[in-house]
């Protein structure tokens, strides 16, 4: 359990770190596309592996497709009433916004993941989302701050969205226990398909708008990292 709380606690308060970051700190494009492609790779095989994979063990495919599918057209459907209803008016907001869209489900999953998992089995996960939380934060925090926010709202902003995050996972954990492996099944599926949805509409396209061509071979290295970490379990 102890390891659980810190998995969680590490993940969720990379989102103040990349606030701090971007408040403070500075972040050149090209290092921001770059570790946002290295997440996005690892990403794919986190989502693969971790929860969609488990999910047809058992035989049954076309319902845990259908609820990758489902996460997919969800999170598609809120992106686009984020970017088209709300982000055009308040800028960095509209960031905030989607970037909870997108972690309620990742974490909610990384709860999930680690019930039945060794820690080491999530690593892949836990590690892909804290890299993204970190540039992702910082771009939003700094563009909030462009538009004239304080920086202690900013700063409340993302600090209540670290919470709200580590919650979701806390719950996947500690809630979902003792409900159905099919359950189980089809939550980890529809946070995957999420998380595909979110890595063509959200982060590959940021990434390669601020790094070009390398963020290919960050891609490939998250990629390669995510296996490996895979392996050790």
């Known amino acids: 359990m102890l390891i659980t709380i810190l998995v969680v606690f590490v993940v969720s308060m990379s989102l103040i770190a990349g606030a701090l970051w971007g408040l403070y700190g500075k972040l050149s494009k090209n290092t921001e596309g770059f570790l946002i492609a290295l997440a996005g790779g690892a990403l794919i095989v986190s989502a693969v592996l971790e929860l969609i994979e488990p999910a047809m063990e058992d035989g049954d495919v076309l319902l845990p497709l259908l609820f990758v599918f489902i996460g997919a057209l969800v999170f598609t459907g809120l992106d686009f009433y984020v970017k088209e209803k709300w982000s055009s008016k308040s800028g960095g907001a509209g960031l905030l916004a989607a ?3 997108d972690g309620l489900p990742e974490n909610l999953a990384l709860g999930v993941a680690l019930i039945t998992a060794d820690p080491l089995a999530v690593a892949a996960l836990s ?4 890299l993204s939380n970190l540039p992702e934060a910082a771009g939003g925090a700094k563009e909030m701050k462009d538009d004239g926010r304080s920086k202690r709202s900013i ?12 919650a979701a996972a806390l719950v996947g954990y500690f809630f979902l226990e003792n409900v159905s492996k099919d359950i189980l099944n089809n939550i980890r599926c529809f946070a995957g398909g999420a998380v595909v949805a979110s890595l063509a509409i959200e982060v590959f396209p940021k990434a390669f708008k601020e790094d070009k061509y390398w963020i290919g071979l960050a891609t490939a290295l ?5 296996f490996y970490l895979n392996s050790l379990s």
Do not use: D, E, H, N
């Open 99 to 101: 970037i909870t869209l």
């Open 127 to 130: 590690g892909s989302i804290l």
């Open 155 to 166: 700063l409340i902003l993302w600090t209540g969205t670290a919470i709200l995050l580590s």
């Open 222 to 226: 998250g990629l390669i990292i995510a």
